[in-house]
């Protein structure tokens, strides 16, 4: 096995961990050598790290890593990890669908994620590509480039206006909220939203925005919880998907859902790629050239399904909704401060949406890790600070 190019901060620390990828800002790195850390950054160029290359960083003593959402963490790994004396492991992802935490509870290691930091800088996203679909912003983008404009046309890449359509959300948990928010907010939208549970900060929010909107003698904005998800296919104009992805929701939109959909609806999907059957998707795009579409996830990342860059009613972008340079950096921090809490006995913080203090660089983080998703099953103690 050839060695694995790596950067090391602090060689003299008492604690080693590893990162398996460099990662925005230097906080994080600061947070864990002033802690008495020797820190290991991975400088493989290689995009995703195999199982194998995880080992060799590991290697025979490691106190925690800190990985990717890209890499298989399962029993191969979380046993490699025990064995060098490793008790904490976490993502640099709010997700962890890449993690098996049944094989990280039987070898009795702490898996992390970072929440609560990706929230707004998500629905940014997603609402970005509902206005570059919306108005068509890359299809003139690539013309211009091209030489091809040679002057105002009545006709030229007409698109969709969003103030007072309709905005449908299915899954409005944070992020989903969020993005309502924007839409209804920047444009003056109306909203219909699908969740099982009840979004009533969102309902009271619109409420409250409509009754502003009246009071100033404009057209009030209206919301509506629909019974199931084919109300908000068939009747929004515009529809965000922020659903998680399990069992249930593995191909929601389908060929049959698509066609519930208004012919000049436009889709975007910002959570995981396979919420969507891409190929039907593919038919779909090429079936109804006014139908638009905006991804920032794909079923089999990092590939797109055959016939999809083609499509010039389609806006992609590599999974890019949490790469805003705050979020990003918040991300290396929690991961990094998730590890060293649990190396160092730190608590587990009680409320992992509320993560403010550890982000706060003016003053030092709360001793405590910030979000550990098996904390329960570890019998790990929560702080009450």
Same mark, same amino acid.
């Given at each position: 096995?050839?060695?694995? *190019?790596?950067?090391?901060?602090?060689?003299?620390?008492?604690?080693?961990?590893?990162?398996?990828?460099?990662?925005?800002?230097?906080?994080?790195?600061?947070?864990?050598?002033?802690?008495?850390?020797?820190?290991?950054?991975?400088?493989?160029?290689?995009?995703?790290?195999?199982?194998?290359?995880?080992?060799?960083?590991?290697?025979?003593?490691?106190?925690?890593?800190?990985?990717?959402?890209?890499?298989?963490?399962?029993?191969?790994?979380? *046993?490699?990890?025990?064995?060098?004396?490793?008790?904490?492991? /976490?993502?640099?992802?709010?997700?962890?669908?890449?993690?098996?935490?049944?094989?990280?509870?039987?070898?009795?290691?702490?898996?992390?994620?970072t929440p609560g930091v990706l929230t707004e800088t998500t629905a940014e996203l997603a609402a970005s590509l509902s206005l570059s679909a919306a108005r068509r912003i890359v299809e003139a983008d690539q013309f211009m480039r091209a030489g091809l404009y040679d002057g105002w046309l009545p006709h030229l890449f007409v698109g969709n206006l969003l103030k007072g359509q309709t905005v449908g959300v299915i899954g409005a948990g944070r992020i989903g909220s969020a993005y309502a928010r924007m839409m209804i907010e920047g444009f003056k939208m109306n909203l219909i939203y699908y969740d099982l549970y009840q979004a009533t900060r969102l309902e009271k929010f619109v409420t409250a925005y409509g009754e502003f909107l009246k009071a100033n003698g404009e057209q009030p904005v209206t919301w509506k919880r629909a019974s199931s998800m084919q109300e908000v296919l068939s009747e929004a104009d515009v529809i965000s998907l922020?659903?998680?992805?399990?069992?249930?929701?593995?191909?929601?939109?389908?060929?049959?859902?698509?066609?519930?959909?208004?012919?000049?609806?436009?889709?975007?999907?910002? /959570?995981?790629?396979?919420?969507?059957?891409?190929?039907?998707?593919?038919?779909?795009?090429?079936?109804?050239?006014?139908?638009?579409?905006g991804l920032d996830v794909f079923e089999d990342e990092p590939l797109m399904k055959p016939g999809l860059a083609e499509q010039k009613n389609a806006v992609v972008v590599p999974h890019i909704a949490s790469a805003s340079k705050w979020t990003r950096e918040g991300m290396a921090t929690l991961a990094a401060l998730n590890v060293l809490g649990k190396i160092k006995g730190y608590p587990v913080w009680s409320d992992p949406n509320r993560i403010e203090p550890f982000l706060d660089e003016s003053s030092p983080p709360p001793a405590a890790s910030p979000s550990i998703v098996n904390a329960k099953q570890l019998g790990l103690p929560s702080s009450k600070l």
């Open positions: 096995m050839k060695p694995i *190019s790596i950067e090391v901060w602090n060689p003299s620390g008492k604690y080693r961990v590893v990162s398996t990828k460099s990662m925005p800002g230097s906080r994080w790195i600061r947070l864990l050598t002033e802690q008495d850390c020797r820190v290991e950054i991975c400088t493989e160029t290689k995009t995703i790290l195999s199982v194998d290359d995880i080992l060799a960083l590991i290697g025979d003593r490691c106190d925690g890593v800190i990985g990717q959402l890209t890499e298989d963490w399962g029993d191969v790994l979380f *046993s490699a990890l025990r064995r060098a004396g490793g008790t904490a492991f /976490s993502n640099m992802a709010v997700g962890y669908n890449n993690v098996d935490v049944d094989a990280a509870n039987k070898h009795g290691i702490a898996v992390g994620n922020h659903p998680i992805l399990d069992k249930t929701t593995y191909h929601l939109i389908n060929k049959d859902s698509l066609a519930l959909m208004k012919k000049e609806a436009i889709l975007v999907n910002a /959570s995981r790629g396979p919420v969507i059957d891409e190929a039907a998707l593919v038919e779909h795009l090429k079936a109804n050239p006014m139908f638009r579409v």
